[in-house]
């Protein structure tokens, strides 16, 4: 093993390369001179033609090994030409120097090399795997911190689904068990067994005359519309056999094949078909794909996309046998998850003037950890009214047999999933058909309020009650699922997540006042957005004499008429535009933010406290209500319920810790909890704005306990000297928390020779504290502006002073 000949490189020759710097073992040193040396005359060569899977070099190899070893001619570089190209700029051997910059001074030369090509760096990846080869294999993967999976949005992690082979999902005895034998049109029991006669799989309904069959219509090796060779049976579906076959036209290819429509009139499944055409024109990753639509033997068929994954039903159909039998829900943060995931796909549809419908566990797959929407089958365009509506008892929205399905019954059926995955919900089909259970009775729901209040909107009675839309939906999810991995992993808030509906709050150590709150972000899809930017004035009695002349009074322009009167101290007029915004729109949740902040500002706190919850079951997934609320809470005489409040805030967003940890900090403090107060305190991080404030407010709230001893006062008075705060406030605890030392001391009959320890940086015996007590009050006389406190501060100093002989 020889030395690198590169100067200044420590590496050694291995495999014919330097395992340092990268350089052939027969390169010349790098020239440690910075002179440019003269140019040769350029030598042109003609183009190499390459042919296929050769790597192209250069025609002239004879001309540029000739060059190798010479210094490079660009002005200011250090390289060598190796391979026919310089080692340090890239230039080629034959190139002209690069002409000096036109406004350097004298025509000094410029490098045309950054300043990082000339640092020597450690050989990496494939230049230290392959020592100069042409091509190489990675060996080890990296870390995972780079690769964020879909599920949970970054914040909870949803173990992935593994995949299911295709072959393997085929079912070999395909039969529907008798108890799941009902009618598709009347939901009647059918194909029952009877004194010992085992039950029909074909006939018509007594009921309704609808014809069915749970045999299989297909078996495999069945060749489907010329194209579609049959594997056989997955599973019975709403509207019969659902089946696995492989795409002869497109490279075999797995596909599944599903009933449209069992009719023997030709035109009927025509007319069906040709309604069902819209669904191929469906394309977004997270729904399935529909290919193409098939008749066979007088039955119609979609033909979709195979998704080798696990349904949410089978996922819990799994945890409940690995329970013993016994129903074992999804846990909260998990199921959040897949229903955030899968909510751009409601919107993509909603978009395009379509409707799920028929949306509930079996219903969304699991892929690795990915999901993807499946069986269009029930999917209709919103203004149709005449094609059959499919819905299931339990899920479907009340109002749809009436008015058909909307916007609103899909997010109905979203809700009611919800609650499905997160919990035993017994009755839903039956007692609770078109309600919830009680918060009172529902573990889940008593514990949770943002949750309970999530499902609650998705599953109003009253459609117009609901979310307005899946991206609506979303936000909201979005910060319930943050609230609740913050609650189920209980830690200091270290992100914040910004808000599309609030800005960021005070962090005053005193009750927030409404000024101090949230503000209310602008609406920029408003109409009168645009006019409200030309508003300049900061003066609120100008700025509401040009809101008064607005061109239309949307809801932004009156929601800037009420904060200017707010500012105004005119809170009758506030309160009254509040009300004219919700007279305009009932659901407009910001008229009773509005509302809200006027009425903290007159100290109704009652009203306040109404506003505010209100605020929190529209938008659940928002801290700012929830922070509103503990501040009417705590100044209206409800302080465990500021308390949790102010737990919730503090957990989830970093933004919020200090104000939050503030106001828990007061009410325990309030009720004599000093060391609870301490501990809400100790949430605020050193990188918080509000951390100085938070290490005063807790020397405050040790003083302030009335349980006074040594041990206590070198906490405060250690408090106060691990912050930077000025002068004056850190002169004046520090006076006060020596005081109380010395009085300790003094009672307790210590001499100046009996060491008790330290006050901060300050000895614990009298001498000690009274010579730190003095210095501090000479200081704080000397800072302080008027001539009578200066004295008193004096007097003070010498009445503490120790004894001694001048």
């Known amino acids: 093993m020889t030395s690198c000949t590169q100067s200044g490189c420590t590496g050694s020759i291995q495999d014919g390369y330097c395992d ?81 910059a036109a406004d350097s001074p004298l025509g000094a030369e410029v490098s045309v090399a950054t300043s990082a090509s000339k640092v020597a760096s450690t050989a990496f990846g494939s230049a230290r795997a392959t020592h100069g080869t042409l091509s190489t294999r990675r060996t080890r993967v990296g870390s995972q911190r780079m690769r964020a999976a879909r599920l949970g949005a970054g914040i909870t992690r949803v173990p992935p689904a593994p995949p299911v082979d295709a072959a393997g999902a085929i079912n070999p005895n395909p039969a529907v068990p008798e108890d799941k034998r009902t009618c598709s ?11 010992g006669v085992p039950g029909r799989q074909e006939g018509f309904c007594p009921q309704c005359g609808q014809e069915f069959s749970f045999t299989p219509k297909l078996q495999p090796g069945d060749l489907v519309a010329g194209q579609y060779e049959v594997a056989g049976a997955l599973a019975h579906g709403g509207l019969g056999w659902i089946y696995l076959a492989r795409d002869k036209n497109v490279s075999d290819r797995w596909v599944v094949l599903k009933g449209l429509l069992n009719s023997g009139d030709p035109d009927a499944l025509a007319a069906a078909i040709a309604e069902q055409q819209f669904l191929a024109q469906v394309e977004h990753p997270l729904i399935v ?29 799994k945890r409940m046998r690995e329970n013993g039998g016994s129903y074992d829900a999804l846990p909260v943060d998990q199921a959040l998850a897949y229903i955030l995931e899968v909510l751009p796909a409601f919107q993509y549809l909603h978009d395009l003037g379509l409707v799920y419908c028929d949306f509930k566990p079996d219903n969304l ?38 008015v058909g399905p909307s916007v609103a019954s899909d997010v109905y059926t979203i809700g009611r999933t919800l609650v499905v995955l997160c919990m035993e919900f017994r009755g839903y089909q039956g007692t609770y058909l078109h309600s919830l259970p009680p918060p009172a009775s529902t573990p889940l729901f008593a514990a949770n309020d943002s949750f309970y209040w999530l499902v609650s909107k998705c599953c109003a009675p009253d459609p117009a009650d609901r979310f307005a839309s899946a991206d609506e939906l979303r936000v909201q999810l979005l910060g319930v699922l943050r609230e609740f991995v913050a609650k189920k992993h209980p830690a200091v808030a270290t992100s914040s997540a910004a808000s599309v509906l609030f800005g960021l709050p005070g962090g005053s150590t005193s009750a927030l006042s409404w000024k101090q709150l949230p ?37 932004e322009v009156l929601l800037a008429r009420a904060r200017a009167a707010l500012d105004l101290g005119d809170i009758g007029r506030a309160r009254a535009v509040a009300a004219q915004l919700l007279a305009d729109d009932p659901w407009e949740w910001r008229a009773l933010w509005v509302d809200g902040l006027a009425t903290l500002a007159a100290e109704d706190w009652t009203s306040a406290q109404g506003s505010f919850n209100a605020v929190c079951q529209q938008v659940p997934g928002e801290l700012a209500p929830k922070l509103a609320l503990a501040v009417a809470c705590e100044r209206g005489g409800l302080p465990d319920v500021a308390e949790g409040l102010y737990d919730t805030c503090a957990q989830v967003d970093a933004a919020y810790v200090a104000p939050a940890s503030f106001g828990m900090a007061r009410v325990r403090a309030m009720r004599g909890d000093t060391e609870g107060a301490v501990r809400a305190l100790d949430q605020v991080p050193s990188s918080s704005r509000g951390y100085v404030e938070s290490r005063q407010l807790r020397a405050e709230v040790l003083l302030a306990s009335g349980k006074h001893d040594l041990g206590l006062l070198n906490d405060a008075m250690r408090t106060v000297e691990s912050v930077t705060m000025d002068a004056t406030s850190q002169r004046r605890f520090t006076v006060r928390i020596l005081g109380e030392a010395l009085t300790l001391v003094r009672q307790g009959g210590h001499t100046s020779a009996q060491r008790r320890g330290t006050v901060g940086s300050f000895e614990a015996t009298e001498a000690g504290l009274r010579d730190g007590l003095e210095a501090t009050l000479r200081s704080l006389a000397r800072d302080t502006p008027t001539l009578t406190e200066r004295i008193a501060l004096v007097n003070q100093a010498n009445a503490v002073r120790n004894w001694t002989l001048t």
């Open 519 to 555: 503000p209310l972000r602008e609406d920029t899809s408003d109409p009168q957005f645009s006019w409200l930017a030309g508003i300049g004035t900061e003066d609120p009695a100008e700025r509401l004499r040009e809101l008064e002349q607005a061109p239309g009074e949307s809801a």
């Open 185 to 195: 049109k009347c939901g009647t029991a059918i194909g029952r067994s009877r004194d």
């Open 20 to 100: 340092v710097c990268g350089m052939a073992a027969a390169s010349a040193p790098v020239a440690s001179t910075s002179a440019a040396a003269p140019v040769s005359s350029p030598m042109t060569a003609p183009e190499p033609t390459a042919k296929r899977g050769q790597v192209v070099a250069a025609a002239s190899d004879a001309v540029d090994r000739a060059a190798d070893g010479r210094r490079c001619a660009q002005p200011g570089c250090t390289g060598t030409i190796l391979d026919g190209y310089c080692d340090v700029c890239g230039s080629a051997a034959d190139s002209a120097p690069a002409p000096a």
């Open 289 to 317: 794909e529909i290919y193409n639509f098939v008749t066979h033997e007088g039955a119609g068929y979609i033909v979709m996309e195979y998704v080798g994954g696990t349904s949410l039903k089978q996922i819990l159909k």
């Open 365 to 402: 797959i699991q892929v690795g950890d990915a999901v993807k929407l499946i069986d269009l089958g029930g999917v209709r365009r919103i203004d149709d009214q005449e094609s059959a509506i499919y819905g299931t008892v339990g899920y479907q929205a009340p109002e749809v047999a009436e």
